[in-house]
């Protein structure tokens, strides 16, 4: 049995203080992915060799006196940011064979800050699902359980965080996607505001909603990752411009006085008794740590899931235009002409589930159609919006607590062939994304099969430093965030 892999934080001052080095930490984990991902198949690329170039060249720069906190970690990559060289699938055939000629501003960024790159991870194919079952290479299986699913899109990343395959891994959301397979996997997964991580590069689902963020053990290797991704690109002209704060600093301060609000449409039917009793602990830990609980409406809430599942697909049925057998791609064999091409490229290239959503997409922009769905989802989507704005000014909150999933990880194949409950596990996390906020989930207890519970904190849009304090806090006086899968080999 080899020794756990340690939490970034502790990588870092292990790093600094020369007890280990990043090749041997880099070997740790590749050793791991080895033993452990035929199992688990959290990795759809390992990079091995191009990994243990980096941690080289990592120890040699600590060695000089050179780097950062970044320094020679080893961190896993959702298999939709495209990294210059290195496979990039999005999951999908129709981009299985796809090396990118350019590197996306995230992975730059934390290649530059010193990052060590093992590998690309599993994920629902261009992250289209919420159980990570959609994957052209596979779903992926819960560390916790092998038999369920471990959350999606970004089922990989969790996985292989969960399971000490890397130190930290980067996901992205577009309707919950970091946060739904954190909490089914027992870690913290970050979203920040829209607009805060730069989507150059991150090969595009919902342009309006996809948003890259961390997926880690605790709230501190979120703020270490976030400090290094976050920031203005000119390449991405979504990307914000407001400098971001000290996200370190951010995890010292005090919730008490704090006011917390929790939205009734969150905790009625639908949401299992035993997530529903897990929250309750953290309320009640957060009442003890001092907090205000502020009970409050979001009545918009209801609308979330059509208005999602209008705007999502029509922008996907746009972004996946370009995938036509002509420039990139997957092509079919021997085409009779050009619409065969086009028809045969895409039927073999794309899952169900893509081919779902595109068909769905196609038919809310369709003339005559346009105004009576999509517009109208766009105006619903304002009213979400405002909902959040309400709420933060009329009660003056500084946070809201709310699940993040309505029950932990199902079993694999529950649920594949029924696309509306699907959906519906996505029913607490939509929202957000909608409203550009930030949100993070973090780890709050177990349920009766031994699956890791979640809940959900969301800030202001800009305030991803309140939603860190708030989750810091509740992490500083709770030991959920340190369990750690016990049936791995």
């Not at 704005?389 to 809201?400: K, Y």
Request: glycine share 8%.
């Amino acid at each position: 049995m080899d020794a756990p892999i340690p939490t970034l934080a502790q990588a870092a001052q292990a790093l600094a203080a020369r007890e280990t080095s990043s090749v041997e930490l880099t070997r740790a984990c590749l050793s791991r992915i080895e033993r452990l991902d035929p199992t688990l198949n959290a990795f759809i690329t390992v990079d091995a060799e191009g990994a243990l170039r980096s941690a080289e060249q990592a120890d040699q720069a600590r060695s000089r006196g050179e780097g950062g906190a970044l320094t020679g970690i080893p961190l896993a990559i959702k298999d939709l940011f495209c990294t210059e060289g290195l496979r990039t699938t999005c999951a999908s055939r129709m981009l299985e064979r796809f090396v990118p000629p350019y590197e996306s501003t995230v992975t730059a960024r934390l290649r530059a800050a010193g990052a060590v790159i093992l590998g690309k991870t599993n994920m629902d194919e261009f992250a289209m699902g919420s159980s990570n079952e959609t994957s052209y290479f596979g779903p992926v299986r819960n560390p916790w359980d092998p038999a369920r699913t471990p959350g999606g899109s970004s089922g990989g990343s969790a996985a292989a965080v969960a399971a000490g395959l890397c130190v930290a891994a980067i996901g992205t959301d577009t309707g919950g996607s970091i946060r739904q397979p954190a909490a089914m996997t027992g870690i913290t997964g970050l979203k920040p505001t829209y607009g805060r991580v730069s989507r150059f590069g991150m090969i595009a689902f919902a342009s309006s909603l996809d948003q890259a963020g961390p997926m880690t053990r605790d709230l501190r290797d979120a703020a270490m990752l976030l400090q290094v991704m976050a920031g203005h690109d000119p390449l991405d002209s979504t990307s914000i411009t407001t400098p971001p704060p000290d996200y370190l600093a951010a995890l010292e301060r005090p919730v008490r006085d704090w006011r917390i609000g929790l939205p009734e449409e969150y905790f009625g039917a639908g949401l299992h008794p035993e997530v529903r009793a897990a929250i309750d602990g953290a309320i009640a830990l957060y009442r003890e740590l001092g907090a205000t609980i502020v009970p409050i409406s979001l009545p918009y809430t209801q609308h979330a899931i059509p208005t999602y599942y209008i705007i999502a697909p029509a922008e996907a049925s746009s972004n996946l235009a370009r995938y036509d057998g002509i420039r990139f791609g997957h092509r079919c064999d021997q085409p009779k002409d050009l619409k065969d091409l086009y028809a045969r490229t895409r039927a073999e290239g794309f899952g169900a589930e893509v081919k779902r959503r595109i068909m769905l997409g196609t038919y809310v922009l369709s003339s005559g159609y346009y105004d009576a769905y999509y517009r109208k989802a766009q105006r619903v989507r304002r009213l979400i919006a405002e909902d959040f704005a309400r709420a933060f000014r009329d009660h003056d909150l500084s946070v809201i607590l709310t699940p993040t999933a309505p029950e932990s990880a199902f079993p694999l194949d529950e649920k594949k062939e029924d696309p509306v409950s699907m959906y519906l596990s996505d029913i607490f996390t939509i929202n957000v994304n909608l409203a550009g906020l930030p949100a993070v989930s973090l780890p709050c207890g177990f349920d009766f099969h031994g699956m890791p519970i979640g809940f959900q904190l969301i800030g202001r849009p800009l305030d991803e430093a309140a939603i860190l304090t708030a989750g810091h806090a509740y992490q500083q006086a709770s030991d959920w965030h340190n369990a750690r899968p016990g049936n791995l080999p």
